[in-house]
Every structure is written in structure tokens, then in C-alpha cells.
């Protein structure tokens, strides 16, 4: 009998541990997986879909949507009879719509004025963008 009893006792014990231990783990994941989901938003919030790179022209700006690579000229005047206005540097997607995150796509200006290199800061592919007034001028190609 008291062999039974403690037997009983230790399986009791056994069970008792497993399910706290379980129990814990589950919590524990959840809790991690807020804290992922929260960074996350935070991220998507603080890092802005749109940056503006100024050019060593004083006229000229490119606008970059940092999620995806598309990119525009923009212009502005002080003027009635300048030109202002944005012309389309890239209006492609550069990757997925699911793999899009604010802040994926960086410029930075190269020594010509008219060059900048696109960075995709996650997969490190770079690309030489060229912006000009002459559409012809204009381009965005991978360096390989």
C-alpha cells in the first residue's frame, strides 16, 4: 500500500510539472509573438513610405517609395513660368507586393550629379538611377 500511495503521489507530481510546463511555453510564445507583432508595427510606423533625396540641381528632388523602388523626379519653381511638376523615373515594383517593407529601398548619390545608386537593403541588389530632363536620359538598371 504505501508503495501505491507513493506511486500515485510521484505520477501526480509528473503530471502536475508537465502541465505547468506546457502551460508556461504557451504563454511564453504568445508573448513573444506580441512583442514581434509590436516591433513590427512600430517599424511600419516609424520608417516613412516616401523620402525625398535632394540633387545637387536646387530645382530637382527624387521621391522615392522606399517599400518597392518606384521613384519620380520632382520639380518645383519659384516662377509662373518654370517647370514643376514629377516625372517617372521607375514606376515598376522592384519586388513583390508581399515582400514590401517601409524603409527596404535607400538612395545615395554618386560623385555625378546625375547618378544615384538604389540599395535594396535587404537583399544588398543595387541599382544606377539616372535622372534628366530629356526622357530619353532617364533610367533605372540593376548593376550586376
Known sequence: MRNFILFFFLTLTVFHSYGQTEQDSINTIQKVEKQVKKQTEIQQLEVPIYQLFSTENYWTFIKL??????????????????????????????????????????????????????????????????????????????VY
Do not use: A, C
Request: net charge positive.
Open 65 to 142: 517609395d522606399t517599400r518597392n523602388g518606384k521613384m519620380w523626379q520632382v520639380h518645383f519653381t519659384i516662377s509662373e513660368d518654370g517647370y514643376e511638376g514629377e516625372l517617372v523615373l521607375n514606376s515598376s515594383s522592384l519586388v513583390w507586393d508581399n515582400k514590401e517593407i517601409n524603409g527596404r529601398f535607400i538612395l545615395y548619390p554618386t560623385k555625378n550629379m546625375y547618378n544615384f545608386i538604389l540599395l535594396d537593403q535587404l537583399k544588398g541588389t543595387t541599382y544606377q538611377v539616372q535622372w534628366n530632363n530629356d526622357k530619353n536620359k532617364r533610367f533605372v538598371s540593376r
